[in-house]
């Protein structure tokens, strides 16, 4: 569940809004390779192809007010099928996410200009394209080349095209840091390299923290360790 605060100054007409978000529900299993292992088997099992599916839903549950400009709730449903497969290559693991996007429709978009009422606004799907090359320095350190593109997403206002398209081409890197099992230190930095005249411009940064929890993992660590 996300909790968001955004502030805009849009074409002088400043805006801020705060509120949760839309939950995300996501499904999705193996298809072939990573076979269900306990967690003792999972630390000595060789790296080994793993093909996968998943399907996330985004669900319109978050603040979302057509009288506001900005809203933490995109008031529509999204659904995102992928295909993903990791391929490991020496010390190298490498990653290919193929996906795509669906939106229904956002029957009260706020509009730009004060007085005028909300809008109906339908969207294209977006198709997408992700690829990780990840080099395993050792057990406690990765990184990768990073390389996503995108393509589609018109969107239709009150039924006429926009002709707003986007095709964006973004390339970054990538570092993890886990100094035991429980903690996880992520880094990630991605641009935009290349894209037609409608295409987001701009980079993302990202800092990401994990802990792993769950019955057993201690114990299993010292059991591996004393064999």
Known sequence: ILYLDINSDFFGRKANNSGL??????????????????????????????????????APTGSFSSEKLLNPSGNRWQFKPELAVSIPIDKFDIEVYAAAKFFTTNKKLPSTALGLPSSSVSQKPFYSLTFHNVYNINDKIWVSFDAAARTGGETSKNGTAQNDSQTVLGLGGSMNYSPNVHHKIGLSYITNAAGDENSPNGSIYALKYSYVFGGGIDKTLKELKNK
């Open 21 to 58: 978000g839309d939950m995300i529900f996501v499904l999705g299993s193996n298809i072939m390779g990573g076979e269900p292992l306990s967690f003792g088997e999972y630390l000595q099992t060789p790296r080994k192809t793993v093909l996968a599916w998943s399907f996330a839903t985004t």
